[in-house]
């Protein structure tokens, strides 16, 4: 079956530090990647997505790329601020087998907590 | 546009009542989509929607219902709160059900059951 594991945290870094949030993925089909990013007392806000293998998916800075040799997809930024702090979800979308629409899959969910 | 709104934003329910969730989108996205966030865990899909009267259960569908008379509105009804359904529950939609597509989420409601 499906599923998506991200590394556990919280993780804290302090101001430009470079951040690594690692997720690996079990799919039975071609599924498309995404990081959502979840701010204290928010919603989920979509960071990025990648579609097919080898894509890049980038944003504000961050960047995760879609690696199917090692079902991976891991998030980074090369410097990260303060306002970054908040709570980063892996997921993958893949077609239902039971009904028509594309069922997504979550990861626990990593914190990241950026100190000045 | 305000895309995916929901209320209320914090609710506390005593054992065996009952509320409805509203989850409104401004998008005419056809899909729609309630989830549970618990603690430290990822989302988990209660049930979902592909389009006016269409409605079909998720993973956790237990001790929840849903509706769908409008392409705007799906409201979740929790009949018989119970401490278990404490979490924060989203909603969300998409234009399509494409795999490529992307979930718009909505900011959520925090429901605590006593």
């Known amino acids: ?116 | 546009n305000a895309g995916v709104t929901q209320t209320p934003k914090f609710r506390i329910l005593k054992i065996g009542q009952s509320m409805t969730l509203q989850c409104t989108q401004d998008m005419n996205h056809n899909y729609m989509y309630w989830y549970r966030q618990d603690p430290g865990m990822g989302l988990k899909l209660i049930y979902y929607s592909v389009g006016a009267g269409i409605t079909d259960k998720g993973e956790v569908p237990n001790g929840y219902n849903v509706s769908r008379s409008t392409t705007e509105d799906f409201p979740l009804r929790l009949e018989l709160a119970a401490p278990s359904q404490t979490s924060v529950y989203f909603c969300a939609s998409s234009i399509t059900a494409l795999v490529t597509d992307t979930q718009y989420f909505g900011p959520g409601t925090r429901l605590t059951v006593l």
């Open chain 1, 1 to 116: 079956g499906n599923s998506v594991t991200q590394m556990e945290g919280p993780v804290t870094l302090s101001e430009e530090a470079f951040l690594t949030i690692n997720c690996t993925y079990t799919a039975t089909g071609y599924p498309s990647l995404f990081w959502y990013v979840q701010y204290p007392g928010e919603g989920l806000q979509l960071l990025l997505k990648a579609t097919k293998a080898d894509d890049k998916g980038s944003n504000k800075g961050f960047e995760a790329t879609y690696r199917k040799e090692t079902t991976s997809f891991h998030l980074e930024k090369g410097s990260v601020q303060v306002s970054d702090s908040a709570v980063y979800f892996c997921a993958l979308s893949d077609r239902s087998t039971l009904n028509n629409f594309n069922k997504f899959y979550f990861g626990s969910g990593t914190k990241l907590n950026v100190k000045p």
